[in-house]
């Protein structure tokens, strides 16, 4: 996914390629990458995990990377980017965790996170008039993901998905199909 801002003539599959082997060399893997205008300016945002998280399934806690591995791979991410050239203008360099509310951007996540709480806002021109789904994910096939929401399961395209997160909760999220029991007093 590009998410160059137009006028910022970025390539990110060139940042991407020069990225993953330094943040392998530190035990981790890039899961994503987001070229953003903040108020101080144009912001490079690399987003790493432990290696391995994406094919193993890995929970956002068990794929959480320590603080002096986005550190090392920072110090040397920062003069690789510079002798390359891959960004013309000013711009501050974060490497840090996609964290427990990380985002859904591939078919990939969402199978990565079948079983988890999600909040998926929905295109405009998505079919029906639910704009926000707040459940959780239970399958994901054909280029779409069931969302159970209380006893409903909703089927939704994931072209017709503008922005997905996951949600953070205390404890273990229910089963697909299972809502969780209430507390009596």
């Not at 082997?21 to 108020?39: F, K, N």
């Not at 990565?112 to 994901?140: E, I, K, T, W, Y």
Request: glycine letters at 8%; hydrophobic letters at 40%; aromatic letters at 4%.
């Amino acid at each position: 996914m590009n998410l160059a801002h137009p006028h910022a003539n970025i390539d990110l599959d060139a940042i991407s390629a020069l990225v993953g082997p330094i943040a392998r060399a530190h035990g981790a893997e890039v899961s994503g990458l987001e070229w953003t205008r903040d108020m101080s300016g144009w912001v490079l945002r690399v987003l790493v995990e432990k290696a391995g998280a994406t094919e193993h399934k890995l929970s956002t806690q068990e794929a959480a990377i320590d603080l002096g591995a986005c550190a090392a791979i920072s110090r040397e991410l920062s003069p690789a980017l510079d002798v390359a050239e891959l960004i013309p203008s000013a711009y501050a360099l974060e490497v840090g965790s996609p964290g427990v509310e990380r985002e859904l951007r591939t078919e990939r996540d969402f199978e990565r996170f079948c079983g988890s709480r999600a909040r998926l806002r929905l295109s405009p021109s998505s079919p029906g008039a639910l704009r926000v789904l707040d459940g959780v994910l239970s399958c994901v096939r054909d280029g779409k993901v069931d969302v159970e929401v209380g006893q409903r399961t909703h089927t939704i395209s994931l072209g017709d998905i503008k922005h997905a997160r996951l949600v953070f909760q205390f404890g273990p999220a229910p089963k697909p199909g299972k809502t969780p029991k209430k507390k009596s007093n």
